[in-house]
């Protein structure tokens, strides 16, 4: 694993922590112990309910990727949401998201205002990534941008904890910038802009250090390409390939969500669960 700043590594151990403990202390399986005791051969297992069901997603929070993300919408699911058309490219890109990224950096579009579900489809290929083996971790946007203000905090510690954050978020081989907005960034024309200076410094950055970056778009790609400066576009235009998704109308988005929210209470875990021997007194 790349050099995780320690504080940001047991934050997210403790994160960890705390959601397997809330997951134990629901389970009804095996009487929230977390594992489950085979009478028959002395055996104990991990409960694939409890414990089981946190270890499959223990790289994700490790990578930052938020709880609600874990077990929604697989890639699959996504052919609901997507037009058929938009959904071929993106079946495409998923099986060929490492090799894709291999050469260039990737842009997640919306074809228009009203496209949805963008950070979900972005997520499924950090999930992709992470399943590989591939160092990942997620970052909204406002969290970046947070980082560039690291000199305003009075607190010593504060700003120093801020700036090891950016030299992480710098480096990290795979990072996935979600929710990429446009209301930081002052009108086209306004080269001076700080938040757009420093945003190009750190996408700069990444591209010199040789790592991937993802970023999912919250605005549509006109809108896009409408707000940022010409020497911003041509750098993304350079560096970046971009897939514009689009979706089917809200309507059917109801109807799979439901038919998903079903799906998870009705399907079985998929959870690894690990068999392991203790020795009975
Ligand atoms: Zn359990």
Redesign the pocket.
């Known amino acids: 694993m790349i050099d995780m700043p320690d504080f940001l590594k047991h934050e997210l151990k403790k994160t960890f922590g705390l959601q397997l403990k809330s997951a134990?202390s629901k389970?009804t399986?095996?009487n929230q112990r977390?594992i489950i005791d085979d009478n028959s051969d002395h055996t104990y297992y991990d409960?694939p309910?409890?414990?089981g069901r946190m270890n499959a997603v223990r790289q994700y929070i490790y990578s930052n990727i938020r709880d609600s993300q874990f077990y929604k919408l697989r890639r699959d699911e996504m052919a609901e949401y997507l037009t058929d058309k938009s959904w071929k490219t993106y079946y495409v890109l998923y099986n060929n998201i490492i090799k894709v990224l291999e050469n260039k950096n990737l842009i997640i579009g919306k074809m228009t205002s009203d496209t949805y579900g963008i950070s979900q489809a972005a997520v499924i290929l950090l999930k992709k990534l992470i399943y590989s083996n591939q160092d990942s971790f997620m970052l909204k946007f406002d969290n970046l941008i947070e980082g560039f203000f690291a000199f305003r905090d009075n607190v010593k510690d504060v700003v120093n904890r801020k700036e090891e954050l950016l030299q992480f978020y710098m480096k990290v081989p795979f990072l996935l910038i979600d929710n990429f907005a446009d209301e930081f960034i002052n009108p086209k024309g306004d080269k001076d802009n700080f938040i757009t200076q420093k945003l190009m410094q750190f996408l700069q950055a990444r591209q010199n250090n040789g790592v991937k970056t993802i970023i999912a778009l919250a605005i549509s790609q006109q809108s896009f390409t409408c707000k940022y400066d010409t020497t911003f576009l041509s750098f993304f235009d350079e560096n970046y390939l971009t897939y514009i998704l689009d979706t089917k109308p809200k309507k059917i988005k109801q109807d799979a969500e439901l038919g998903l929210i079903q799906n998870i209470f009705l399907s079985k875990t998929t959870s690894t669960s690990k068999k392991f021997v203790l020795k009975k007194n």
């Open positions: 134990k389970c399986k095996c977390g409960c309910e409890c414990t």
